[in-house]
């Protein structure tokens, strides 16, 4: 299993990738063996990323962007050592420019 750690509005900030990178589908808490701790810290991310666009949802509001990408960067972290085994990414997204970008990182 591949976890890929991304936000996107309403969801848990978890995603599985099959192994062909084909199918994603999103993992909901429970579905992880993860610490109650970890888990708020996922929904309070994402909390943060629901209310961090312009009233169009376009874009990033001011200097938001890179305080969502820090915090999914250190979740990913975190989950990466709950999970030693399993390939965690995660993948930072941006509208700083005038138009969305990922990039992606594989969590070691």
Do not use: Q
Not at 84 to 107: L, Q, S
């Amino acid at each position: 299993m591949i976890i890929k750690v991304m936000p996107d509005f309403c969801s848990t900030g978890l995603w599985e990738i099959d192994t062909k990178g084909d199918e994603i589908t999103m993992l909901e808490f429970d579905e992880i063996a993860m610490p109650n701790e970890l888990i708020e810290d996922f929904k309070l991310w994402i909390e943060f990323y629901d209310s961090s666009f312009d009233k169009d949802y376009n874009f990033f509001k001011k200097g938001k962007a890179k305080k969502v990408n820090d915090m999914g960067m250190n979740l990913a972290k975190r989950l990466k050592n709950e999970l030693p085994y399993t390939e965690i990414v995660f993948w930072a997204e941006t509208t700083d420019n005038g138009k969305f970008e990922i990039t992606k990182h594989k969590i070691d």
